[in-house]
């Protein structure tokens, strides 16, 4: 893909920085997450900071943010010091930082979340009307649609970072920092926010972005900084790089991904190797470990999510559910792993009924699940990894009661180095990981322990290109040693990538099932926007 154009007067503004940070230092306590990094973010331009999970991204952009005070280097903002500024400093200078994990409050409505800190009043009561209308408009004219009046508990992954995005919108930022803000929306979704961002670009408005997504790097950024291991190893112009060079640079080696979206593959990626999996005329698995009937869910609003969903995952297949997030997708797998209840229909796994049993008992039967929000469902984030590592699995780590420190500890050390964790400090609290690496132990408790059937929903959201790359190796690993694996994934290509059979989940239903040969984008797009449906 070829870089956004910068406009046309980009070259003037960038005579002087909008941002300079020079010699950043921070550390947490053992841990260094910036060894003198440097960034330089011009005036009106779309700037990509990659890197690595652990690289120091996030980190540097919370200086900037005024979350974190650095312990050395220097920060300029609009030609003026802004070393060590508080927060309050930072967003009344129009710096808005959208952060990768949620900072909504649950129990408030979207509209009070959007305007707090920024409150609309009439007189001294709050004018929460005012507040729906402009956040209504707000949600209209950058396609981030989202109902202002909800709760945010009852929004979905994608939702609230809708709501995230309009919350910094909405306060007017001239220095946008997004951390990670298409994670979790679709391609549809994802150009609508390019057209805002262009737009704040031609306004002169400077937006940083930190994506682990090469093709977008590709589409909608003007320059490119990449940090390795806590420091700044290469800034360029986006024309002047590829998608490869970025990774190499970024890992510290050569990177091989089939078919992702991460260096920005698609239907014309190898595809992999078909298997010697057995099906009916009607493309059903002949050996069938999980078997879903019938099975009706409805979500927190009491409406039905899942509408009669059948299917069937063979040993030795990856079934590949695609989508737009919002479909039913998230009570599937919840029904499946026994955090909802379901409706009505049967959940057989290995032929055993598990619509009855608890998330203990499916996990004693060989049911492994990584969720969707590591955050809510996959850490506790104040523990340790080591004790992240057994959550679930506790009483096989006991005796008589009594927590065996030791081998807990044995599985930790196994664990991260099997993973490549980083820091590897079994003892270190979750929190304090970068996102990827969270998710790494995610990925180390689920996949290293024994199991037949693996429900992997949003496997890669929000990781490196290098781990992207080991993520899908344990997956085809699991696949080749007989597992069954359901994924679920908003990366299409991540899909067509893995998949075996890929169906399409839309408005609660599964629309269509196909073999892998017989899927691409063109085939399945339709489907993931209703459109097929409609024309049938």
Not at 388 to 396: D, M, S, T
Not at 510 to 529: C, D, F, H
Request: proline residues 3%; glycine residues 10%; without cysteine.
């Amino acid at each position: 893909m070829t870089a956004t154009p910068p406009p046309a007067d980009a070259s003037s503004r960038r005579a002087s920085a909008h941002v300079r940070l020079t010699g950043i230092v921070k550390s947490f306590g053992a841990v260094v997450a910036n060894r003198g990094a440097s960034l330089d973010v011009a005036r009106g331009e779309i700037h990509a900071l990659v890197g690595e999970n652990g690289a120091g991204k996030s980190t540097l952009m919370r200086v900037l943010s005024g979350m974190y005070a650095p312990e050395g280097g220097t920060m300029e903002v609009n030609g003026r010091d802004a070393t060590g500024w508080s927060t309050a400093e930072a967003m009344a200078s129009g710096v808005g930082m959208v952060h990768q994990h949620f900072m909504l409050v649950p129990t408030l409505t979207v509209a009070e979340n959007v305007m707090l800190g920024s409150e609309l009043k009439r007189g001294v009561q709050l004018d929460r009307d005012r507040a729906v209308r402009e956040v209504e408009e707000l949600s209209r004219k950058t396609g981030l649609a989202v109902d202002p009046r909800r709760t945010v508990s009852d929004l979905n992954v994608g939702e609230a970072q809708r709501v995230e995005i309009l919350k910094a919108l909405f306060r007017g930022a001239t220095i946008l920092i997004l951390d990670e803000p298409t994670a979790v929306l679709s391609p549809g979704e994802v150009a609508e926010l390019w057209g805002v961002l262009r737009t704040m670009r031609a306004a002169g408005s400077t937006i940083v972005l930190i994506t682990h997504k090469l093709d977008e790097v590709m589409q909608i950024s003007d320059r490119i900084t990449v940090m390795r291991q806590g420091a700044t190893v290469g800034q360029m112009s986006t024309s002047g790089t590829t998608p490869a060079d970025i990774a190499r640079m970024m890992v510290g080696r050569d990177v091989t991904l089939v078919g992702s979206s991460a260096l920005g593959l698609g239907d014309s990626a190898p595809r992999p190797a078909q298997g010697e999996l057995a099906l009916t005329a009607a493309g059903t698995p002949t050996s069938q470990t999980l078997d879903v009937r019938s099975l009706t869910v409805r979500n927190s609003r009491r409406q039905i999510a899942v509408d009669g969903v059948s299917f069937a995952v063979a040993s030795g297949e990856i079934l590949g559910i695609a989508g737009v997030e919002g479909n039913g997708q998230t009570e599937l797998i919840e029904a499946i792993a026994g955090l909802r209840a379901i409706e009505s229909g049967s959940i057989l796994l290995d032929r055993h009924d598990i619509a009855g049993m608890t998330v203990r008992q499916r996990a004693d039967l060989g049911l492994s699940h990584i969720p969707e929000d590591r955050h809510q469902r996959g850490l506790i984030v104040e523990y340790s990894i080591a004790e992240n590592l057994i959550l679930g699995q506790q009483h096989h780590f006991s005796n008589r009661g009594v927590m065996d420190a030791a081998r807990i500890g044995a599985n930790a050390t196994t664990k991260i180095a099997a993973f490549d964790i980083r820091p590897p400090i079994a003892s270190l609290a979750a929190r304090t990981l970068s996102g990827g690496n969270q998710q790494k132990v995610v990925i180390a408790r689920e996949l290293g322990r024994e199991f037949k059937v693996l429900l992997a929903s949003q496997p890669t959201r929000g990781v490196d290109v290098g781990a992207i790359e080991f993520i899908h190796k344990q997956l085809r690993d699991a696949r080749a040693a007989g597992k069954a694996i359901l994924l679920v994934s908003a990366d299409l290509a991540e899909i067509l990538a893995l998949s075996d059979r890929i169906a399409v989940m839309y408005d609660g239903k599964l629309v269509v099932l196909l073999p892998r040969g017989a899927a691409s984008e063109s085939v399945l797009g339709p489907y993931m926007t209703g459109a097929a449906e409609s024309a049938a």
